[in-house]
């Protein structure tokens, strides 16, 4: 059984794992033993995170594994905590308590230039500096790679052009990143992270902004990567129903606590919606994709309804 | 562009633009030094002065003196403090990511200021060298000021120019206050030396500020590309694997360090740090690597001008350089907070 619903992770399950992550036993035997995981390594783990701003706490507590190889989207209503969740596991945000672990050892103990050879995060709506060109942007991705003696090696530029190509914009190179319209300059920023070259791909709200156009756009690119590279990615979506047609696995957050983690088949209930989103819907089968989607009840569709 | 090695791992990028615009930069500062240095009440040619500075003979024996005791130093001065303002100034723009920060913007020159002229009116017998160790102590504490009052609670470019500009008034008032009770012969110095001027300034002067220049000017350019990573953003540079607060602070100490020794030199000379950036970014694009030796290079090239023209304009009065480059750098200061307000 893959991804079972269950009402914030199981500690014991997290604990368990911290452990045999010491003792180094293999991934076969992980799997034999928590049934219930993902995949046998997860890319990414907390565990008793705790996170905040000043003294506002947001997210307390918190234990959850990111699957390695997969798509994995945070979803919650506003204020629930998932972008400061996602910059946590990024290290732009230091825990008040609890470790996120990397490849299982604890991220503190990386190096930030190493972490960054493994972790690649686009914040929510970066900006670049006036008059700076695509290539240039896409070229920066390459810093973690790089040393003082070794500003441009041939990977570097190998990586920077292969980036453009792969994100459609390479005739936009030289272009200054102002001039562009708000879909290309996004894939511009994730050109970047691509340069980067990591397994883990972390992205705050990618499609903010964008048109329908051009959020198909991004999430049809980010869903090539996971399946032509095996990247593993993780996402904040606003949008449940992108978020289901995308996502292999759903993380739904409630002030600051995981509400439910799993498959989207599994995880998307009405009863889900109501009890975090706070709003009634039916739940129906995508045309296209056969994924869940998510129809919310509204005054209107009821009035609408009654009428009928 | 790029410079790569065959087989050891060194490689460079740098913009393609930026080899020319150095050496016609170069070509114009030597033009102009050779210009300020023939210029004045005993007029030499062009073609002595290079033979002077080159080593050569020059059949005047005058030429000498005129040229090596009491010119070129002075001009040589006017380019080095040039350059570390101009570094200056495009080190704070890199950092704050704000187009309108500069050394004398944002209260660096101020505070360097009144540690200089305290120095002066309290301990008027004191070495040279000292200067410079105390502009950069006041320069340091006017920035932390700044920076604890201003950048950790966001960065807006707005609220870092206004309390740049309170401390700077503060350091200011300050600096009057000890004009005010200081003796008077001190004071009638710190005054010249105030109003920001390369005149008098000898080759001791060139010592005390050389080693700062030969510290930092290659410090900051192997910082470069750290500007580049603070230039997107906090979040964006730490995710790329940069030590941002650790970037940053050092990147700030080089900056306030060359603001510092260069008002230690030449006192406040305004607006050369704020120009300079924009210019050279206007040349060789926003890549830090190419843009601070080119804001160097124009750093430089505006002092020197601004010296040989509040030479020559009113002669035979003396405008000090500092009110040249303030007459400039004024209205382009308002241009960009006019371009800044309607972005």
């Known amino acids: ?308 | 562009m790029a410079i790569r090695h065959p087989l050891l791992p060194l490689s460079w990028r740098f913009d393609r633009r930026v080899p020319l615009r150095l050496l016609v930069l170069a070509i114009a500062i030597s033009a102009a030094i050779v210009l300020s240095v023939g210029y004045g009440e005993y007029p030499i040619p062009a073609v002595d002065v290079v033979r002077a500075l080159l080593g050569l003979s020059v059949d005047n024996p005058d030429y000498g003196f005129v040229i090596n005791t009491l010119r070129l130093p002075r001009v040589i001065v006017a380019f080095l403090v040039g350059m570390g303002l101009a570094i200056a100034g495009a080190i704070l723009q890199g950092l704050t990511r704000n187009p309108l920060a500069a050394p004398e913007i944002v209260g660096v020159e101020a505070g360097a200021g009144l540690a200089a002229v305290s120095l002066i009116v309290l301990f008027p017998s004191i070495s040279l060298l000292f200067l410079p160790v105390a502009a950069f102590g006041g320069a340091l504490i006017a920035a932390l000021l700044v920076y604890s009052l201003a950048w950790t609670s966001g960065s807006s470019p707005i609220r870092l120019i206004l309390v740049g500009v309170g401390v700077g008034a503060i350091a200011a008032a300050l600096t009057s206050l000890m004009i005010t009770f200081g003796n008077i012969y001190d004071v009638s110095q710190a005054l010249v030396w105030l109003a920001g001027s390369v005149y008098g300034r000898t080759w001791e002067h060139i010592q005390a500020l050389l080693p700062w220049l030969l510290i930092f000017i290659p410090l900051s350019l192997l910082h470069a590309r750290e500007l580049n990573l603070l230039n997107l953003g906090d979040e964006t540079a730490r995710g790329l694997g940069s030590r941002v607060e650790w970037q940053r602070g050092f990147l700030l100490i080089i900056s306030v360090a060359l603001a510092g020794a260069s008002v230690a030199t030449a006192g406040t000379i305004g607006f050369v740090g704020l120009m300079s950036p924009h210019l050279a970014r206007q040349l060789v694009g926003t890549s830090h690597e190419g843009l601070i030796p080119t804001a160097a290079l124009v750093g430089g090239l505006i002092v020197v001008l601004a010296d040989l023209l509040g030479r020559s304009l009113f002669a035979p009065i003396e405008l000090p350089c500092g009110v040249v480059t303030a007459a400039v750098g004024a209205p382009y200061f308002l241009y960009l907070l006019y371009r800044n307000r309607n972005q």
Not at chain 1, 61 to 67: H, Q
Not at chain 1, 243 to 253: G, I, K, S, T
Request: hydrophobic letters at 40%; a neutral charge.
């Open chain 1, 1 to 308: 059984m893959r991804g079972a619903p269950r009402r914030g992770a199981p500690l014991t399950t997290h604990l368990g794992l911290l452990q045999l992550h010491r003792l180094s036993i293999s991934p076969v035997n992980l799997r034999l033993m928590n049934s219930n995981l993902i995949s046998p390594e997860p890319a990414l783990l907390t565990h008793k995170l705790s996170l905040g701003y000043g003294s506002h706490s947001i997210v307390g507590n918190l234990n959850l594994a990111i699957a390695a190889g997969r798509i994995t989207a945070l979803v919650g209503p506003n204020g629930c905590g998932k972008s400061t969740l996602l910059k946590g596991l990024a290290r732009l945000l230091k825990p008040w308590s609890g470790t996120v672990y990397l490849d299982g050892v604890a991220i503190a103990k990386h190096s930030t230039k190493d972490i960054a050879k493994r972790l690649g995060m686009l914040p929510q709506s970066p900006v670049a500096p006036e008059g700076l060109t695509v290539r240039e942007l896409v070229a920066q991705g390459r810093y973690p790679h790089q040393g003082w003696f070794q500003q441009w090696s041939r990977e570097d530029e190998q990586f920077t052009e292969q980036a453009l190509a792969i994100t459609g914009i390479t005739e936009l190179g030289d272009r200054p990143l102002d001039s562009l319209s708000g879909g290309q300059r996004q894939r511009a920023w994730i050109a970047m992270a691509l340069a980067q070259n990591t397994d883990i791909l972390l992205l705050d709200e990618p499609t903010t902004f964008l048109d329908l156009a051009h959020q198909i756009e991004i999430l049809d690119l980010l869903y090539d990567l996971n399946q032509t590279q095996g990247r593993t990615i993780v996402m904040v979506l606003h949008d449940l129903n992108q978020a289901c047609r995308y996502a292999d696995d759903l993380v739904v957050m409630r002030q600051g606590q995981i509400y439910t983690q799993g498959s989207p088949d599994v995880v998307m209930t009405e009863t889900m919606v109501s009890e975090v989103f706070g709003i009634a819907s039916q739940i129906v089968s995508d045309p296209m994709t056969g994924t869940p989607m998510c129809v919310p009840v509204s005054r209107r569709s009821r009035a609408s309804i009654s009428r009928k």
